[in-house]
């Protein structure tokens, strides 16, 4: 245990035969349980795993029938940790990149009760950034940008990170099944996360690089996340902001949104039928289209402010 936690970590595992010696090995004594999860991975780690740590009691293996992704096998690893009584449950990969020396940093939030889940973030380690080449630092960063906005956590950084540490008690009140089985697993998450109002820690931790290659190609998945994204940030402000909470943010984004988007649509309307016929836009029509874009930006903009302030654990 540590500090009367008993602590479980949690290994998705795929194609990372090579590498899931050095994760297990590497862990401290006081992790009570290691729970590998094979999501039909090809290389059998799973069968490779039992066969090597058939007398180590905290190893557990579990297995799935069909590959369901990086998301679906945390899910997997959180219900069994759960059903273990681990008060505390990290989630590792098993590419040997998250260095377990920062386990205790990572965990110390949670277990000082000033957040319910913590996550690293590899952007403060000034070497890796500098190693990083320049357009996969700007996906990354454009990337966090849309996260923030998407979950409501403004304060965080390298939302895709899969290092993470979570509560026994967060973990409860999150419907594990309603989440996304793959990559967008980390940022559905967050947004579940704000929705019950849970404090995050962000936690400085670099990454160690090996000779591990990344199926996560963060140029595809800035294609690939806005539409999710996109469904998240409405699936937030229903029930944050018109189901469990009603205020000032409210009341900007139901008279904002509509204000922009007249404004923008009745003036694009008007362009282009006055352009095709080679007319002058009267001002009239001009204003009708400019004063709700305007002030439908205000609103939304003091609606953005005010999600800002009320990011959970701002002080």
């Known amino acids: 245990m540590y500090k009367n936690n008993k602590i479980g970590v949690v290994i998705p595992t795929f194609k990372a035969i090579q590498y899931i010696h050095s994760v297990i ?35 557990n293996v579990v297995f799935h029938d069909t590959n369901q992704g990086v998301g679906a096998s945390t899910v997997t690893g959180y219900k069994e940790a759960l059903n273990l009584g681990c008060d505390i449950i990290v989630k590792m990969d098993s590419d040997d990149q998250m260095d377990p020396k920062y386990l205790e940093k990572l965990i110390d939030p949670i277990v000082n009760k000033l957040a319910g889940y913590s996550k690293g973030n590899r952007f403060v380690d000034f070497k890796a950034l500098k190693s990083m080449p320049l357009g996969r630092l700007l996906g990354n960063s454009v990337l966090s940008f849309m996260v923030k ?48 109002n849970v404090v995050i820690s962000d936690v400085a931790i670099p990454a160690r690089y090996g000779d591990e290659i990344s199926s996560l190609n963060v140029w595809s998945t800035l294609f690939k996340f806005p539409p999710k994204l996109f469904k998240g940030i409405v699936k937030r402000f229903f029930y944050k902001y018109l189901i469990y909470d009603f205020n000032m943010a409210s009341v900007y984004v139901l008279l904002g949104l509509p204000l922009f988007l007249w404004g923008l649509i009745f003036g694009f309307v008007k362009w282009f039928q006055n352009a095709s016929i080679m007319v002058e836009t009267n001002t009239g029509t001009v204003m009708l289209s400019v004063l709700p874009l305007i002030l439908g930006t205000q609103f939304l903009l003091a609606a953005i402010n005010i999600d800002i302030e009320s990011t959970p654990g701002k002080k």
């Open 149 to 196: 906005a998407s979950s409501g956590y403004w304060n965080i950084m390298d939302p895709t990170n899969g290092y993470t540490a979570i509560s026994k008690s967060v973990l409860s009140i999150i419907n594990l099944d309603k989440l996304e089985k793959r990559y967008f697993f980390e940022s559905d998450f967050l947004i579940n996360l704000n929705i019950q």
């Open 25 to 59: 090995n590497g862990l401290p004594d006081w992790v009570d349980h290691i729970i590998v999860v094979d999501d039909k991975c090809p290389q059998s780690t799973g069968n490779f795993v039992r066969q090597n740590y058939e007398s180590e009691p905290r190893v």
